[in-house]
């Protein structure tokens, strides 16, 4: 499979199989992960796979009310969470500030790449994926024992489909593309 092929392919997978993913498939879809682009190359993300499924379920409770990924934290076979070191995208030659107009958010930029990228590999594998970011951050911090200096940012269900989901709607080129300025529809 190509990589446009997956990019049009991928869906967000709420509902999974219970079948066990392998070792050599995570290893797989966390080594496309680990090539992702980052802010002068600092890698700064992290990744913990849990299979546990007490664990699991405790990462469940802490998503949000609401959230329609709940279910799939708690029965998917694995979830990745996917953790930042602070202070090391978006710095460059002075530790005391951001290199950057963004300030100290680019790690969110490096780390959802990076995920990303295991999304469109997990696609390609046969596996679903949707991104989780609605989760109380401090309480998955603290089950996952995360040292000071980190930061969870996102987590991922990794799992084998029930079903895939048809496509949503996408915005056309025209509604979302400008040049030379913003506004300018024209070439």
Request: glycine share 8%; aromatic share 10%.
């Amino acid at each position: 499979m190509d990589v446009i092929e997956a990019i049009q392919g991928r869906r967000s997978i709420r509902k999974y199989k219970p079948d066990p993913v392998d070792d050599k498939t995570i290893a797989a879809v966390l080594d496309a992960a680990r090539l992702a682009p980052s802010w002068a190359n600092t890698q700064c993300w992290r990744f913990i796979v849990v299979r546990d499924a007490e664990t699991k379920k405790k990462l469940a409770e802490c998503v949000y009310t609401g959230n329609s990924a709940t279910i799939a934290v708690e029965q998917a076979p694995v979830v990745i969470v996917a953790c930042a070191r602070m202070g090391e995208a978006g710095f460059l030659y002075d530790k005391t500030g951001p290199a950057t107009s963004k300030g100290d958010i680019w790690y969110m930029f490096d780390v959802a790449t990076a995920m990303a990228h295991l999304m469109l590999a997990a696609y390609g594998m046969g596996l679903g994926t949707v991104h989780v970011g609605g989760f109380k951050a401090k309480k998955v911090e603290a089950l996952m024992c995360i040292p000071e200096g980190y930061a969870v940012v996102e987590m991922t269900p990794l799992g084998y489909p029930v079903d895939r989901p048809k496509p949503r709607p996408r915005k056309t080129l025209e509604q979302i593309v400008f040049y030379e300025k913003f506004g300018n529809a024209g070439r």
